[in-house]
């Protein structure tokens, strides 16, 4: 992995990016720690033209965008401009909504069968053939609900992939969800290879009461050496560091990590 190709996922101090005046704090103290590039998620409302200012003025890139599911499917002609005037060439269908994060199921009326999944799959392909054409690459950011099967069958994120195009529908693979759905991080970079343009870095540990819990890259229990390595064989082109909660401080929390992947994972 090389540096220039780590970035950080805003959404892992969106506490801090409410305000124009709080965002700018925020990119300085990322690119002070050694981030070149970000993810743009979970921060307030502000134009982008002003973000994309802050972003240039902080030597930083935006080298992927979550946008809201329902605006993906409906609007897809919407974030493609959005997308342009970011500069930036990957979005990414954060989750499907009104998904619980907190079981390993989807929620009441959404996901809850095979024709639910087939629909969903349908909506992302003729969306990211239209982001396709204005230069936009549409990817799928996994959780642990996608790994869930119907009837003994494919899981959803299988479905998900086998029925759109390649070209319309790419991933955001996310280790720690992926584990959480209890399928193996390696294994699915290298099922994805040609498809797998974003990686979420994102550690699965075991905390003191004993239930799963987010932990800085390398300070958790997935192999990342080997899940890069996969990453990298399939083409990956980005490594995002996220972290959905931190323990203190997350702007420290993405300092670790990053002292981390500099360690044990450059080449």
């Given at each position: 992995m090389r540096m220039e190709r780590l970035a950080a996922q805003l959404y892992t101090v969106r506490a801090h990016t409410q305000t124009p005046a709080d965002l700018l704090a925020s990119l300085k103290k990322i690119r002070g720690i050694g981030y070149r590039a970000v993810q743009v998620s979970g921060v307030g409302p502000i134009r982008e033209e002003d973000l994309l200012e802050m972003l240039e003025g902080e030597g930083l890139t935006c080298c992927v965008t979550h946008e809201p599911g329902e605006r993906i499917l409906a609007e897809p002609e919407r974030v493609a401009e959005r997308l342009r005037k970011l500069k930036c060439a990957f979005t990414a269908y954060p989750i499907p909504a009104g998904v619980r994060l907190d079981t390993p199921y989807p929620g009441r009326g959404l996901l809850e069968t095979q024709a639910d999944v087939e629909r969903l799959a349908?909506?992302?392909?003729?969306?990211?053939?239209?982001?396709?054409?204005?230069?936009v690459t549409l990817t799928y950011h996994n959780h642990a609900v996608e790994f869930r099967r119907?009837?003994?069958?494919?899981?959803?994120?299988?479905?998900?992939?086998?029925?759109?195009?390649?070209?319309n529908l790419q991933a955001e693979l996310d280790t720690y969800w992926v584990q959480?759905?209890?399928?193996?991080?390696?294994?699915?970079?290298?099922?994805?290879?040609?498809?797998?343009?974003?990686l979420h870095l994102k550690d699965y540990a075991i905390g003191p009461d004993f239930r799963p819990a987010?932990?800085?890259?390398?300070?958790?229990?997935?192999?990342?050496?080997a899940?890069?390595?996969?990453?990298?064989?399939?083409?990956?082109?980005?490594?995002?560091?996220?972290?959905?909660?931190?323990?203190?401080?997350?702007?420290?929390?993405?300092?670790?990590?990053y002292?981390?992947?500099?360690?044990?994972?450059v080449k």
């Open positions: 349908e909506g992302l392909d003729r969306s990211g053939e239209v982001l396709r054409r204005a230069g119907f009837d003994g069958r494919r899981t959803m994120l299988e479905s998900i992939y086998a029925l759109t195009r390649p070209e959480a759905g209890g399928a193996d991080p390696v294994a699915w970079c290298r099922r994805l290879k040609g498809r797998l343009p974003l987010f932990a800085e890259v390398g300070y958790g229990n997935l192999d990342f050496p899940i890069v390595e996969a990453a990298e064989d399939s083409s990956c082109q980005w490594f995002i560091v996220e972290q959905d909660v931190c323990p203190g401080d997350p702007f420290e929390s993405l300092e670790k990590s002292r981390w992947v500099s360690e044990n994972l």
